[in-house]
Every structure is written in C-alpha cells, then in structure tokens.
C-alpha cells in the first residue's frame, strides 16, 4: 500500500487488493452466518490424565464451527482473525457461549454423571475489554441455566498480562465463580516466572511441546517443570494436542491433570458427543 496524500491508502498491488476484497466478502459472509444461524459448535472431550484408559470426560472444549452453505466447513484459523479484526468476535464469541452453555445444561439433567463436568469456552481480547463482558456472562449464565462453576473460559497467555481493562474484567469473571484457563502455554515468553501474577487455575500446555515429549528431553523437561510450578502455585493442568498412547503416558507420568486431543478423540458434533456419554455408562 501507498499512501495517497494523507487521505488514507490506496491499494496499488494486485495481490493486496484481492486479498483486502476476499477479507471484505469474508468479514459480510460471517456478518449473514451469524445472523442465520450457520455457526455451531463442535465439543473436544477432556479425559482425566489418571487411569486415561478408561477414557473419563472430565470435561469438553467448545470450538466454533462454520458451516458456510457453498464452501462447506470452514475451519476457524481461516475466520477467527477476521472476525477479531472487524469485532464480529464479539457477537460471535458470545453465541458459541451461548449455545455450548444450552448443550452442556442438557447433557447434565439428562446423563448425569456421564455428562462432562465443565465446559471450556476460548475468548478473545476484544471480548475482555468490553467493560460488559462479565455482565454478558453472567446473564447467558442466567438465561441457559449454566452454574459459573462448571464454566471455564481460555485466554491466551499475552492477553492476560497485558492492560488494566483486562485485569479488571477476569476478576469479574472470577467473582462471578467463572474458572479461568491459560491457552498455548509455552508458546510465548517468560512464562512459568509470571504464571503466578496471573487468576487462572489451569495451564493448558501448548501442543508444540506435548507432539515432541516423547523425542525431546529438553521439552520433557520444560513441560514437568510448568506442571511443578502450576501445582505449586494451585493450579491444574491440561496436555493439549495428545496425539499418541505415548505422549499420554509420559503426560500422566510428569502428573499432568487432564489430557486433549486426536488419541482420544477430534471435535465432536454435539450428537456424536452424546453418543460418547452413552457409551461410556455401559
Ligand atoms: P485452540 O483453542 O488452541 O484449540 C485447539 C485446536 O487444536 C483445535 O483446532 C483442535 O481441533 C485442535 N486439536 C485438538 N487436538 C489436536 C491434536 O491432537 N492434534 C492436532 N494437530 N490438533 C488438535 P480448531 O478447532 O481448528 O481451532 C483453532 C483455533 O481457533 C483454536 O485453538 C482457538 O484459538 C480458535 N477458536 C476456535 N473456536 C473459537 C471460539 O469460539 N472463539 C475464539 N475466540 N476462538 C476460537
Ligand atoms: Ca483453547
Ligand atoms: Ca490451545
Ligand atoms: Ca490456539
């Protein structure tokens, strides 16, 4: 881009301008998915790392989903930045709230104890500097009928040090009794010295580390070392991206708490995540 006079800036690369018009499109494509209805959720299970070959759901993650009604599934990492861009994230992020608190209050009154027992929902920055933000949850909360302790939301690590706006709302959320999750962990800096400046009360580690735990003794290390500090300082811990029978038994050994990820299972439609629950009360 150049700049034209001060007037703004004019687009003189090809390659730039289709790309800054298929963001366009995209960003008015998930302006109308929202409002009909062409976003859902899909729910990967959290297994309890102790005994993981009994495949216990301790929990689920919500991850959005796009059912686009030409293009078919479009998965997030193509319109997650475009909606935190134009703040459609914000009417985004809390529809998948919403609906992923409707479907967990329903596996609870009619699975029980088969049911999982918390829901991680991931929020984005523009959502945590909203000053309505806790209040927003607190009413989906209300409407769907959700306790705020079975509610974990997941932030990123570089979103929860950063400004005072954002400090002030996670203790809102944590007033609320909301839990919250460290997202990615050990993909950013200086991480396991400023874990305790931070209310959360599970580290998820980033999957970077876990794929290599098996192969890498120095990421064995660094990953025993987070689960010390977070236990310590009261936290758990969740492996994300646990790809193999392998990498699950090292995690569990280092005491890692909970495990995610394809060797358990990929997201799940809420129907097929049903029919885990069935299942695994047999
Ligand atoms: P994330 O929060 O780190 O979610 C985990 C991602 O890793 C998911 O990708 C999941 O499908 C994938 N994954 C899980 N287990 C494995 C595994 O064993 N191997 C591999 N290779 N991948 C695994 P997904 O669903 O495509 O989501 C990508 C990212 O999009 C999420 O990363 C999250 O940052 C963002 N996202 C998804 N849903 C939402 C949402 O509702 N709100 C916001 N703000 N972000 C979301
Ligand atoms: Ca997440
Ligand atoms: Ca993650
Ligand atoms: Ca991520």
Redesign the pocket.
Known sequence: AKRAGGAGYRLYDPAMRERAKRRGELESELRTALETGQLL??Y?PVITAEGFKSRHLAGV?????WRHPIRGMI???EF?GV??DTGL?VP??HA?LRMACIDFVAWKREHGDAAPRRLA????RA?LTLPSFAGQVKDVLETTGMLASDLQL?L?ESLAVQDSAVQTCLLELKALGVSLAL??FGTGYSSLSCLHLLPVDTV?I??SFVDSAGSSLHHRVLIEATIRVAHSLGMTTVA????TGEQANILAALHCDKL????FS??LPAEELVAWMTRSRE
């Not at 995610?260 to 060797?263: A, K, L, N, P, S």
């Open positions: 959720t899909h990967q993650e919500a991850l959005v989903r998965p997030p990492l997650i909606a935190e994230i985004l992020g998948v929902v991931n929020v984005s959502q997941e990123t997202d990615d998820k980033d999957r994300e991206g646990v790809e995610q990820g394809y060797y990929r997201p």
